[in-house]
T-cell receptor, first 115, second 116 residues
Framework: DGGITQSPKYLFRKEGQNVTLSCEQN?????MYWYRQDPGQGLRLIYY???????QKGDIAEGYSVSREKKESFPLTVTSAQKNPTAFYLC??????????????FGAGSRLTVL | SQQGEEDPQALSIQEGENATMNCSYK?????LQWYRQNSGRGLVHLIL?????REKHSGRLRVTLDTSKKSSSLLITASRAADTASYFC????????????????FGQGTILTVHP
């Protein structure tokens, strides 16, 4: 089945530790995105990538890093510099549009809790 | 601040009633999309309306777009308990050159509860 797989579903981290969230898609989509969701605040864009080996900062990139070495994979690292990392993280992908964003397909999310 | 603002924040209705959610945005857009999220899950795309369209239908969903007022509405007719979810609008924003940044900006969502 085609789709986006995020792992782990739940993750606990101690303060000061880096953690990497995995996102893999087999939809042959060019563009991939990471969003953060906090209660009552909707989704905020962390990073996005429209093509392999290229990515751009979103609205809240500080304390996060990404890589896009393969078309299928877009891992997100939450670093110790992120002040309040406890949140629900959503990965998405889409066909790369020439003009205008296309429809996003989302993964099931990863819930990160910092202890 | 968020590009999209949704109203109401929460909506509670009985099965069979219609549900209307509104979304306002601030800058010029290429298209506006609506997504649904069940609690603790990923989002699912419902419908897309382009900036040159005024109304679009999909099953029990009707979306309108008024670019002069920078607003959109989502109507769910004959609601069911299974429609209980959060609904988000998302906009594809145009940059100064008139093209898209290639990303979507989401509103804060409307929580819809449909009572059986």
């Amino acid at each position: 089945d085609g789709g986006i797989t995020q792992s782990p579903k739940y993750l606990f981290r101690k303060e000061g530790q880096n953690v990497t969230l995995s996102c893999e898609q087999n939809l042959n989509h060019d563009a991939m995105y990471w969003y953060r969701q906090d209660p009552g605040q909707g989704l905020r864009l962390i990073y996005y990538s429209q093509i392999v080996n290229d990515f751009q900062k979103g609205d809240i990139a500080e304390g996060y890093s990404v890589s896009r070495e393969k078309k299928e994979s877009f891992p997100l690292t939450v670093t110790s510099a992120q002040k309040n990392p406890t949140a629900f993280y959503l990965c998405a992908s889409s066909i790369r549009g020439a003009n205008g964003a296309n429809v996003l397909t989302f993964g099931a999310g990863s819930r990160l809790t910092v202890l | 601040s968020q590009q999209g603002e949704e109203d109401p924040q929460a909506l509670s209705i009985q099965e069979g009633e219609n549900a209307t959610m509104n979304c306002s945005y601030k800058t010029s857009i290429n298209n506006l999309q609506w997504y649904r999220q069940n609690s603790g899950r990923g989002l699912v795309h419902l419908i897309l309306i382009r900036s040159n369209e005024r109304e679009k239908h999909s099953g029990r969903l009707r979306v309108t777009l008024d670019t002069s007022k920078k607003s959109s509405s989502l109507l769910i007719t004959a609601s069911r308990a299974a429609d209980t979810a959060s609904y988000f609008c998302a906009t594809a924003v145009l940059n100064a050159g008139g093209t898209s940044y290639g990303k979507l900006t989401f509103g804060q969502g409307t929580i819809l509860t449909v009572h059986p």
